[in-house]
C-alpha cells in the first residue's frame, strides 16, 4: 500500500524524503459531474491513478507518497451548476507553485496526477511547474493528457473530445468507486458534442455549449473493464513522463 503523507508523522515523512519518495499529488476541482456523479469526481479520479501509479513506481524500485490532493481549481464552465467552486488563474497557480517548492524543501521530487481538463486550469498548472524552476526549484513532473501523445492512446470518446461525466470519466469512477456512481446514468441519453471544439469556439459554460444536465458524452455505456484500461493507459503515462523529467 502507497503511504498517504498526511497520514506519516513528521519522522515517518522526513525518512521517506530521505528515501527518494516522489510526491505523488493528485489534482482536480469541485464541479458538477452530470446528474450521475458526484461533485468530487476529478479528485477521486486522480487519487486512484495516484495509487496505481504509486504501485508501478514501487515494482520499478522507486518509492512514492500520495500528498494531500488539491480539490479546488479553475472551473468557469461548470459554474452554472449547483456545488462548484471555482478560484481564479492567480490563485491556482500560486497554491501549486507554493505547494509544489514546500515539497520539494522537504526533499521530495514532485509529480502532478491530474484529472481536471478545463483548458485554464491545465494551464495554471504548466505556469506552475516552470514558476517552481523559475523561483529556484527542481523540474515538476506533469503528465498531461491533453497532449497529443498521450491523448491519442485513450478512447474515442476521449479523442472526440466529449468526455465530461460521459464514458470515459463515469468508467473510471465505476473502476475506483463504483458505490459514487448513480443508478440513474444507465438512462441517461448520450450527448455528443465536441466540448473541446466548443470551448474552442468561444462557448463560456457547458450550458451554452448544450450540456443542460453538465455531462458531454455516454455515460450508460460505461464499464469498469474499460474504466481499468484507460487506467493502465494513464499509468504508463505517469511513468514515462516521471522517467523524462525526475530520472
Known amino acids: 500500500m502507497i503511504a498517504r503523507l498526511a497520514e506519516l508523522t513528521w519522522e515517518q515523512a522526513a525518512e521517506a524524503a530521505r528515501a527518494g519518495a516522489i510526491a505523488l499529488v493528485p489534482v482536480g476541482a469541485t464541479e458538477a459531474h452530470g446528474p450521475h456523479l458526484p461533485l468530487a469526481t476529478d479528485v477521486i479520479l486522480s487519487e486512484e491513478l495516484a495509487r496505481r501509479a504509486g504501485e508501478a513506481l514501487a515494482a520499478k524500485g522507486r518509492a512514492s507518497v500520495i500528498a494531500p490532493s488539491f480539490a479546488y481549481a479553475v472551473t468557469e464552465y461548470a459554474a452554472p451548476f449547483g456545488g462548484t467552486v471555482s478560484i481564479s488563474v492567480e490563485t491556482a497557480t500560486a497554491l501549486v507553485t507554493d505547494v509544489c517548492l514546500g515539497l520539494q524543501r522537504q526533499g521530495f521530487s514532485v509529480c502532478l496526477v491530474n484529472s481536471h481538463l478545463e483548458p485554464a486550469h491545465v ?3 504548466r505556469a506552475a511547474c516552470a514558476r517552481v524552476v523559475e523561483r529556484g526549484g527542481r523540474p515538476v513532473a506533469f503528465p498531461d493528457n491533453t497532449e497529443r501523445r498521450w491523448a491519442r492512446t485513450l478512447t474515442d470518446e476521449f479523442k472526440r473530445g466529449a468526455c465530461h461525466a460521459g464514458r470515459y470519466e463515469t468508467s473510471l469512477l465505476l473502476a475506483a468507486r463504483p ?3 448513480g443508478a440513474s446514468r444507465a438512462t441517461l441519453p448520450p450527448v455528443e458534442i465536441d466540448l473541446a471544439r466548443a470551448m474552442r469556439g468561444g462557448v463560456k459554460d457547458f450550458v451554452e455549449a448544450g450540456a443542460a444536465r453538465a455531462y ?11 474504466g481499468d484500461a484507460v487506467y493502465a493507459l494513464l499509468v504508463a503515462m505517469v511513468l514515462a513522463t516521471v522517467d ?3 530520472g
Open 123 to 125: 494551464a495554471t498548472l
Open 179 to 181: 458505490d459514487l456512481v
Open 216 to 226: 458531454f458524452g455516454d455515460p450508460a455505456s460505461a464499464t469498469v473493464e474499460e
Open 244 to 246: 523524462e523529467t525526475l
